[in-house]
Structures are given as C-alpha cells and as structure tokens.
C-alpha cells in the first residue's frame, strides 16, 4: 500500500513539473521596437509583424505610396539591400566581412517603384549612393515592431507595401533548376512576396496588409504578378502584418 502510495506521488511531482516546464514555454516571445525616419511634421505609421512558421531570416522594404499605388518615400529597407552590401566569409581571414554586392531577385518591385539609377545605370542602391541611414537598418531576426515616421504629414487615402523575399526558399514549382542559367533567381527561388494595405487618415484604425502579388523572380523588371498560387512557404513567412497610423 504504501509502495502505491509513493508511486502515485510520484507521479503528481513529475505531472507537476513537465506542467510547469509547457508553461515557461508559453512565455510571451518580447518583441523588439525599431523607429525609422526623421522626427518632425510628418506622421507616424506603427508596423507590427508578426513572423509566420516558415521564417527564417528574411529580407523586408517598406515604402509609402499614393492612392493609386504611385510611390511617395521608402520608410525602411534592410541594410544590406540599402546599403550595397552583405556580410561574408572572407577566405584569408576566416572572417564574416561585408562585401559590396548587388541582388536584383531580392526586393526588385521596391527598387523599381523607387526608381533612383545608380552611378552604374541600374536601380539598386550601391555603397557610392546608398539609402540615407534614417530609412534603413539591420533586418529583424524575428516578430518586430516599427515606428516608420514619414517626411511629410499625411492628410487622406494612401497605401502602405511591404514586400519581403527568404534566399533558397525552394517548392515543387520554383526549383533550383528551374532557370539553370540565371544566377540571380538562384539566390532568390520563390520570389519575393509584396504585402499592400490602403489606409486613411481621416479614418484611423487598425488594418492588416495583405499579399497582392510577387516580384519578377530575377528582378528583372519591376511587374507585379497577382498569381500567387505557385507560392507555398513563401506566404508563410509571414503570419499577419498589420498598421495603424496617427
């Protein structure tokens, strides 16, 4: 009997403690706040992201347009797209150094929306002209949240894009040998996702962006395609972006 007892208490204490261990687990993840953009007259836009089951160290351009989609300002890109550069392996050294480079399958509709030529002739920024600091930063690793300031007060109807792309995100349609011959959609495979809300000022509130389309898979034109049914993890790098603008 007493043998029954201590197995029974046994039990209870273990119940207890893997009870206890599921339920640090559920602690709230602490989401971290960027802000972007100059302080001044202009207005604030919130950015809350929320990260989806397939993310993984993605690449994000936000941008600010009119109400038929005309671009107005970018209000983030990250750095290494901003800025011309990304970090890597440095063979003499061993090292993680940046390195000037250029990947037009990463963010190509922001780029081509923006539309500023470069001393090269093309439309991605380069170290030589580059995204002012105040609109870029280092990428987010996880859920984040962003306060984007604009340059001038918003009065009306605008839409607000997101558009984010995940280097060798393979599916059974974009394949790593789909276009064996075309470097850049290598680093890129399903291309990147543009996320749109419209918004207005004089109605404020809470709303969600949703996906509209997706790049060129090259960036080689600044078209956006609205099929978005060859798409799999691609649209799950995201689980819900929302705004809110004061």
């Known amino acids: 009997m007493k043998t029954k007892t201590l197995n029974s208490a046994i039990i209870l204490v273990s119940a207890a403690i893997l009870f206890s261990c599921k339920a640090a687990d559920k602690t709230p993840e602490v989401v971290p706040t960027y802000t972007y953009g100059t302080a001044g007259n202009g207005s604030q836009i919130t950015l809350k992201f929320e990260k989806g089951k397939s993310h993984n160290h993605p690449l994000y351009a936000v941008w600010l347009a009119d109400s038929t989609g005309k671009y107005i300002q970018t209000l983030y890109v990250s750095e290494s797209i901003g800025k011309g550069t990304f970090k890597r392996a440095d063979r003499n050294t061993g090292k993680w150094m940046p390195g000037e480079i250029q990947r037009p399958a990463t963010l190509p509709y922001w780029f081509h929306e923006r539309n500023i030529t470069n ?90 962006l949703k996906p509209v389309g997706h790049s060129h898979y090259a960036g080689e034109s600044g078209e956006l395609f609205t099929d978005l049914s060859t798409l799999s993890t691609a649209l799950k790098i995201a689980k819900k972006i929302t705004i809110s603008v004061k």
């Open 119 to 208: 001393e090269r002739g093309t439309l991605l920024p380069t170290p030589e002209r580059p995204v002012v600091d105040a609109y870029t930063g280092a990428t987010p690793l996880s859920s984040f949240e962003m306060t984007l300031m604009t340059d001038e007060k918003l009065n009306g109807k605008y839409q607000l894009f997101l558009e984010l792309n995940q280097s060798w995100d393979w599916n059974e349609y974009w394949t790593n040998n789909k276009y064996p011959d075309n470097k850049e959609y290598k680093t890129s495979s399903q291309p990147a996702v543009v996320y749109m809300a419209a918004f207005d000022t004089n109605d404020p509130k809470t709303i969600e």
